[in-house]
């Protein structure tokens, strides 16, 4: 394929309204036991079909509301973040979605937002304005928009326990821009564009699949972004009790590569460890834990920030091939 093409599928898929899915971040994927279906059950236009042990979108169905998006716990199923954060910092933490009356920034659904988005601004700009036209008659999102947008908060209040969003159905009242942020934002935006224009390079045979897993999710990094002004946090993490067999099955389910097990310098200690930034609770590793040992909990501030902590070390019993 050559340049011409590629700008050609670069740009098509910028216009494409489908979220862009990482397979190794997807639970289904991952051989999580019980499975995952919340993206199929959180879509309202029946999208998103879940076969094979993978996830598939419907582009015809899909309408870009974002749902899915947010339901997602292994963080599978992303829209670019960094344009609705850049409108959120232009407007000062006032946003409003394509339907909604009145001047402004606006992102074509309030569905799209997520729980670091909204972490994030707050943290810089306190209270969030977010204004939505009729939700009970909109083809994109529908009906249940603004009660999931109030879910979305809670879920961020975990990474920045300030954060307030008001909703409303009145045209956004307006943020002053001055002529530095709007041409920083402008310039800023077209940089971004002309990134996402340049063919991604292949992936070298050697690289393993696995690795896409080890790219941290611009959601992940919104929500570190907020709890570094936050003067407390509640992120999830997970805690290993007494029992553990050491095996690799928390680690290989994980979809964020959070969970690492190495083995030590003597060859006999296995370890196993946690970046807490990097953990979404998705609950994949207590479900899928052989010995039932991972249960979930609550991580402060200093864990979020700070390097890896260790969860458990000991000598497996079991005999290593």
Not at 98 to 118: F, K, M, N
Request: hydrophobic fraction near 35%; proline fraction near 8%; charge should be negative.
């Amino acid at each position: 394929m050559g340049l011409l093409d590629n700008l050609v599928g670069a740009f098509l898929k910028l216009t494409d309204p489908t979220p862009d899915y990482t397979g190794p971040r997807c639970l289904l994927e991952r051989n999580s036991v019980g499975g995952c279906d919340r993206c199929q059950q959180a879509c309202p236009h029946q999208a998103i079909r879940l076969e094979n042990f993978t996830v598939e979108i419907d582009e015809v169905r899909c309408t870009s509301c974002g749902l899915c998006t947010s339901a997602c716990p292994g963080l599978a199923l992303e829209f670019p973040l960094g344009s609705i954060q850049e409108k959120l910092h232009r407007g000062k933490g006032q946003l409003r979605c394509s339907r909604a009356p009145g001047a402004g920034d606006e992102v074509y659904c309030l569905g799209q937002l997520t729980p670091g988005l909204l972490a994030e601004a707050s943290a810089r700009f306190g209270p969030l304005t977010l204004a939505h036209g009729d939700c009970a008659s909109c083809k994109i999102g529908g009906p249940s928009i603004p009660e999931r947008v109030l879910q979305i908060a809670e879920e961020g209040r975990r990474y920045f326990p300030g954060l307030e969003v008001r909703l409303q159905q009145e045209p956004l009242a307006g943020a002053e821009v001055g002529r530095r942020e709007f041409f920083g934002a402008l310039f800023g935006g077209a940089k971004r564009s002309a990134a996402e224009l340049m063919p991604s390079l292949p992936l070298l045979p050697e690289e393993p699949y696995e690795d896409k897993r080890a790219e941290r999710p611009a959601e992940l990094r919104l929500r570190r972004a907020a709890a570094i002004r936050a003067q407390s946090v509640r992120w999830p993490r997970i805690a290993v009790g007494e029992g553990c067999t050491l095996c690799p099955v928390c680690s290989n389910v994980c979809p964020t590569k959070a969970v690492e097990r190495e083995r030590s310098p003597s060859g006999e200690e296995y370890v196993l460890k946690l970046d807490v930034s990097a953990c979404t609770g998705c609950g994949a590793c207590v479900e899928s834990c052989p010995p039932q040992v991972i249960t979930l909990a609550e991580a402060d501030r200093a864990e979020v920030l700070g390097g890896p902590i260790e969860l458990y070390r000991g000598v497996p019993p079991w005999y290593d091939l």
